[in-house]
């Protein structure tokens, strides 16, 4: 795929790390710290902001070069930064919503629930999350260099110095809820997500696994290959969409041999977007899974990034793509099999997604 069609690995990609602001309202990520864009052309970046607000183009967006550098760096798997995860709240509030084990985060005691008050010394409070992230991203290069975050938990305030070191993105997380039953959730569609899908199908059919559960929650996109070859690993060929750009249309293809005989069922939210939703869609028409879940995002847009002077981009939509059945899922969604609403919760959709798993698996509910 991405050999025949290159192109399409940023058109295609604009949701990987800012996509979930479009879809919560909030994003998470943590990547570094404060650095300095090279400067813009002020009438370049003033026209190209004046254009993304006036087109028309719903998935237009402008993304200044350290932006745009954080979504180029994330798809490939790997980011510098200090591991931990952000979301602002409508009145300009940032907490830190989520800290990995391995990174210089948990290592300074950094915990989820801390309101992050600045980065380096500039107040963070008010700014849109995408600035948060910029200024934790810092400038090139960005692994071994220092960042300082001021932390209030409580009445209590502290500044902690981090380092920023090269973290894997751990994109696919595989694991077994009960025996059997092989769960592969994808967060993003990054380098190498489809092998370890593939690998993960193989090993469940290898133990002689009763069935899959494919949790695409809050995959807000990435690389449209890697989607495809996701797809490839639970198809025996045969399409998985197609995209038209230029006026021109473009099939999406699986590759022979995958597995068509472990039963699948995709968990969805209104989370799940763009080349998360075209390999739901695609397994859905073609009858290989049964999607439980909520509704899905709808972005089904075609984007291309067109540079400015100074690095910064502007993406804009030059097509849309379709699931194999011809379905435009570009602002309309997927519609679940197994409809299980939003207000529910998460862990009333697990229970369904694995009650619907046992049965097709021929298995006691657990």
Known sequence: ?????????????LGLVFGAVLATGATAGAWGSEGRPPALSVSADAAARHWVEHSGDRWAAYYSPQQYAVMTEALDGRYAGVGLWVVRSPSGVVTVSQVRGDGPAARASVRAGERLLAVDGRKVTGLPVTEVVALLRGGSPVAGTDVSLTLQQGKQLRTVTLRRQLLDAEDVVVDHPVTGITRIVVSAFTTGTGDQVEAAVQQSAADRGRGILLDLRGNSGGLLEESVESASSLLDGGPVGSYRDDGRTYPLTAEPGGNTGLPVVVLVDGGTMS???????????????VVVGSRTFGKGAVQQPDPLPGGAVVERTVGHYRTPDGHDLDGTGITPDVPVPPADGAPAAERTAMTVLNDLAGLDSQ
Do not use: C
């Not at 795929?1 to 990609?13: K, T, W």
């Not at 998360?276 to 899974?289: F, P, S, V, W, Y």
């Open 1 to 13: 795929m991405s050999g025949s069609h290159p192109h399409l690995r940023l058109q295609l990609a």
């Open 275 to 289: 080349a998360a939703e075209l390999l739901t869609g695609a397994l859905q028409d073609r009858g290989r899974a």
